[in-house]
Structures are given as structure tokens and as C-alpha cells.
């Protein structure tokens, strides 16, 4: 049994207690019902994983439903996206179904309720809706059209849907309770006229299915036993219920969990359009985005994403998540299967002088030391070479170990090296260091025992591949965005992007690609002492790119195990 199965949570206590007391089939049915008018996010991994999970641990299965009652919003687009989304996470669904199937079916079942005198067709308008509804502290008063006979509210709604109406100048409602102190039970509104083709159904509608009423009917039409949703629907239940109630209808149980919210992070599909239009982000896969397309351009693996919802849980209360959590749980899991290689963000050149010009040597270069099977590549090494500007000072602190004016460092896998020179521009800026190397040193250790703190990566400037590399961080510079009163742009981080040219990769890297084998993650490496990169979709072999993933620094995990 792994971990996973022996982990419980609320829903899974509840759908063991139903089980217990016969409330059930043998057999859980879950469903995952996005809407179909944006890409999903990481906001949808923690649905997707309760939906999913819930009815893997009972032998069941779940629905992938793709809620498509608005024909203004949804896409073909969205709905192929979100799919791929499902799979790339690693859920397979038992069927692939949609809301607008079930149009005809609701429709006779609202009528049911018109016929009991449980609905009526209303003519006031949005805003006089609103005003009756009334308030959380004040009864609503009921529409001057409530009282309609079954046989007149029949004959408009017949009407409604044969588009003798305009948009807006009648609805259908539930005759429920207008002092209700849910506002959600006063007297809902299940259809409204919406002259507006479907993607699936074409012309053959002019009224849609509030959602409200279409929720509950999808379920049961599917036999879900167990609707899981976020718990902003648990108000929503008493009217999910009273529908269910009604009707000659299977009624499945709905369970509420917290939503997920993430410190610097805003999960809103309105937002992220706008950056789009504004040109502020490339797209739905742009790596700042929380989108599951960006996560997944970005580098983080479906693995990193489960065991996130795993360490956090299910619960039903509402909490802040640091995001460092994520990123902890995407370190762990790079760290143990990505490939290291060496690249150097921006160059010094570094010249061996009593190294032979023309001679090259070549080390042997450990893929992955939590991983012994990932074998070892080799890595050239001759007179010039490149190391980071930051591992040089002409005039250093105490503490600092790498290069200066006498100083002695390894070079990883290589030799010691020691600064006897260097040059600069005319503005001082330094150009070139010049080393000499001991020989006996090779593979960066030496026989007669003696300290050296230093060591710094590099990369053979004769053989180097030269790329671009993008720098991601947070899109927001305030821990909770949710908050800000103001134009969300106005507290975007300006450096959550920081593009860097002409960085030099060792040769390894030259024909890097996505992709599983063995284990590893061929498309995303650790840059030694940089952090996590992996390949963009704008990257050729002529012109690589790679994209910071998350960088090695782990405070999360220090307050972690501080705690």
C-alpha cells in the first residue's frame, strides 16, 4: 500500500461513513467539471486531484465534464487544453462529457417543475431582480409576476425557447423562499434568453441553464455519488439539494474543501487576460502564469504538482499557502531525477597559461549524484575557459573563496587553479584572468592534502554552446495580491523576468530536449550552483533557450526543519 492510499482526509472519512451506512453503490463516481473558457490552473490541480484520487482510492471512477452553459465564453481551444492538462497530470477519466448534451433533458425536467407550480417566468429585469432579491440582513419581496398560473408560466417558457423574446426581457425561476435568510434559496433564476450560437449545439438555443440548476441535474444524470467542490458552492447546496428534491432524480451527496490560495500568486482568469491584451504576459504558457501550460513550460514536473496538494491536505479550512511549499516540493523532486551540467550566466574569460594551447582533455562529469544509474557524460576541457563574473574579485572580502590575485580554487571535476593575472577594459571592468594549474591535481583533488575552499564551475570556451536564458520569479511583489484595492498591475514584480544573453553552455546541452528516459528528466537540468532550467518551446538547436525553473535556494525548507 503506498503512502497515498494509507493518507486520509474530511471527504474521505464522509465517503467511508456513506459506505458504512449503505448511503451508496459499492462504487464512488466523481466528476472534475471545468468550464471551458480559460486554461486551467494550479487552483484545478487540487480539484483535479480530490475528484481523481477520491475515486481511484474506492475503485471508482471519475467524469471529466466540461461545464459548457455559456455560449459566449467557451472554446474548442479551452477544451482540447484542458484535457491535455488532465493527462499531462497523469488522471485518466472514465468519460469525457459535456453540460450542452444534457440541454434537452433539463429542459423537460424544468418543465416538470413549472407544471407543480415550483417555477415561473419572471419579466423583471436583471437590475429589478437584484433590488427584490433584497439583502443578507433584509428579506427579498416577491416579483408582482410570481404568481402566474402553471398554464401561463408554461406557455412563456415554450415561448422563451422558441425565441419570441430578446435577451433579457423574461427568465424562468425557482418558487422557493423570498425571505429566506440564504439569498441563494430566493427564488433563483434557472434560464435566461441568450441569443448566441453554441460551439456544440449551434442555433438549436436561445435560452442556457443557470448553473445552479444545471450543477446538480449533471450529476445526477451521471450517477456521481459524491460532487466535490470548492467551498464557495457550500451556500450553494441547500439550492443544489432543493432542485434534486423535486424532481424523480438520482441525488448525489456534495462535499465542500477549501480552495487553494497561494501567497504572491492570483488565481483569475479575468487578470490574466487583460496582461495578455495589455502585452504584459505572452500567453496562457507564459512561465509566470499559474496556469498548468505555464507551470509545465516553466519546468515543474505533474510530480512536484501531486506531492504539493499531497503536503498541504484537504481540508474544509481556509488557509494561505506559502509558495515556497510548491517550489519545495519541485526541488525535491528535480533534485532527485534531473541531469547536472554546467553553464555559466555571464562569462569571464579564465586562460590557463602553462596549459598546452592546443591540448583538450576530457573529464567524466556525474549526471546525478542521487542517482547512480544516471551514468556520467563527458565534459572537454582546455587552455581558455569560461567562469562567472561573480567568482572573480580583484580586491576580495574575507570569506571569499573563489578567484582574486593569489588565490587557489578547484575547478569542478578538473584541477586547482591559481590566479597570477588579469586584465580590464578601458573602464576598468575586468576582461580576462589568467591562472596557472597544477597537473598533479586532476580531478580536483591533490595527493599532498592541501585546503582548497573554492570551487567554481566552467565551461570550455572552445567547445561552448551559447544560449539564452530566462530568469522567472513571482509576477507579484505583495504576499497577498488578492488584497490590493488598486490596478493589479501596479503591484507586478518588475523583475519577474530578466532575459540573459550569451550565456555559455558545456556541450552536453547542445541537444537537450523534453522528454522521460531512464528516470531523468531530459528536458530540465540543474545548472550547478545556478538552479533548475529547463527548455523552452522557443528553443532551437541553432538558438537554445532555457528557463529558470526555481533556483536552489530553499527557505521554505528551512523553516521547515527549523520548525
Known amino acids: 500500500m503506498s503512502d497515498a ?49 477520491t475515486a481511484r482510492r474506492y475503485g471508482g471512477y471519475c467524469n471529466l465534464r466540461m461545464d459548457d452553459t455559456n455560449p459566449l465564453k467557451e472554446e474548442q481551444e479551452f477544451i482540447d487544453g484542458i484535457q491535455e492538462d488532465v493527462l499531462w497530470l497523469g488522471y485518466q477519466w472514465a468519460n469525457l462529457t459535456f453540460a450542452s448534451d444534457y440541454f434537452e433533458r433539463m429542459y423537460e425536467l424544468a418543465e416538470e417543475l413549472v407544471k407543480k407550480g415550483l417555477a415561473y417566468v419572471d419579466d423583471l429585469s436583471a437590475d429589478e431582480i437584484r433590488e427584490y432579491r433584497g439583502t443578507l440582513t433584509e428579506p427579498g419581496r416577491e416579483s408582482p409576476y410570481r404568481n402566474r398560473s402553471a398554464e401561463e408560466n408554461l406557455d412563456l417558457f415554450r415561448r422563451m425557447r422558441k425565441g419570441e423574446f430578446p435577451d433579457g426581457e423574461r427568465v424562468l425561476r425557482a418558487k422557493i423562499d423570498m425571505s429566506s435568510g440564504n439569498i441563494n434559496m430566493r427564488d433563483p433564476v434557472m434560464y435566461r434568453i441568450q441569443h448566441a450560437a453554441h460551439y456544440r449545439q449551434g442555433d438549436a438555443w436561445c435560452i442556457y441553464p443557470m448553473y445552479d440548476w444545471a450543477h446538480g441535474l449533471e450529476d445526477s444524470f451521471e450517477g456521481i455519488t459524491h460532487s466535490l467542490c470548492t467551498l464557495e458552492f457550500e451556500d450553494h447546496r441547500p439550492l443544489y439539494d432543493w432542485f434534486l428534491e423535486q424532481l424523480p432524480v438520482h441525488r448525489p451527496r456534495q462535499i465542500e474543501f477549501s480552495r487553494l490560495q ?33 507551470l509545465r513550460r516553466r519546468g515543474y514536473t505533474p510530480e512536484a504538482i501531486k506531492a504539493f496538494v499531497e503536503m498541504i491536505g484537504i481540508s474544509k479550512a481556509h488557509s494561505i499557502i506559502d509558495s515556497g511549499q510548491l517550489e519545495y516540493c519541485l526541488r525535491e523532486d528535480l533534485n532527485r531525477r534531473s541531469l547536472r551540467r554546467m553553464a555559466v550566466l555571464k562569462p569571464l574569460k579564465l586562460t590557463i597559461s602553462n596549459y598546452p594551447e592546443d591540448q583538450v582533455e ?10 547512480p544509474e544516471a551514468g556520467s557524460r563527458k565534459i ?37 587553479v591559481t590566479c597570477t593575472d588579469y586584465r580590464t577594459d578601458d573602464s576598468g571592468r575586468v576582461t580576462e584572468v589568467i591562472c596557472t594549474y597544477d597537473p598533479e591535481s586532476r580531478g ?43 490596478d493589479f498591475a501596479e503591484i507586478m514584480n518588475p523583475d519577474s523576468l530578466e532575459i540573459v544573453q550569451g550565456v555559455k553552455l558545456e556541450p552536453a546541452l547542445a541537444e537537450a530536449a523534453r522528454g522521460e528516459k531512464n528516470g531523468s528528466i531530459e528536458g530540465i537540468f540543474q545548472f550547478l550552483r545556478q538552479g533548475y532550467y529547463t527548455v523552452d518551446l522557443d528553443s532551437t538547436p541553432e538558438a537554445p533557450v532555457f528557463n529558470r525553473t526555481v533556483g536552489l535556494k530553499d527557505t521554505w525548507a528551512k523553516l521547515k526543519n527549523r520548525g
Do not use: Q
Not at 451508496?24 to 480539484?47: C, M, Q, S, W
Not at 492570483?266 to 504584459?280: N, T
Open 5 to 53: 492510499d494509507t493518507r486520509t482526509n474530511f471527504i474521505w472519512e464522509a465517503v467511508d461513513s456513506d459506505l458504512a451506512a449503505g448511503k451508496v453503490p459499492d462504487r464512488i463516481v466523481t466528476r472534475f467539471p471545468p468550464e471551458p473558457n480559460a486554461y486551467l490552473h494550479i487552483g484545478h490541480a487540487k480539484a483535479i486531484y480530490v475528484d481523481f484520487e
Open 262 to 294: 497561494i501567497t504572491n500568486t492570483l488565481l483569475s482568469k479575468r487578470f490574466y487576460v487583460r496582461l495578455m491584451k495589455d502585452g504584459l504576459i505572452s500567453g496562457w504558457d507564459d512561465p509566470r502564469v499559474p496556469t498548468i501550460r505555464g
Open 362 to 371: 576530457w573529464f567524466d562529469g556525474e549526471n546525478n549524484p542521487e542517482d
Open 380 to 416: 572537454p576541457f582546455c587552455r581558455d575557459l569560461y567562469i562567472e563574473e561573480e567568482d572573480f574579485m580583484v580586491d576580495p572580502p574575507k570569506k571569499f573563496f573563489r578567484l582574486a590575485p593569489g588565490n587557489e580554487i578547484r575547478l569542478k571535476h578538473a584541477y586547482y
Open 444 to 486: 580536483g583533488w591533490s595527493e599532498d592534502g592541501r585546503r582548497v575552499r573554492g570551487t567554481s564551475h566552467w565551461v570550455s570556451a572552445r567547445h561552448a554552446v551559447e544560449a539564452e536564458v530566462r530568469n522567472y520569479s513571482e509576477l507579484f511583489s505583495e504576499e497577498r495580491p488578492w488584497e490590493h484595492d488598486g
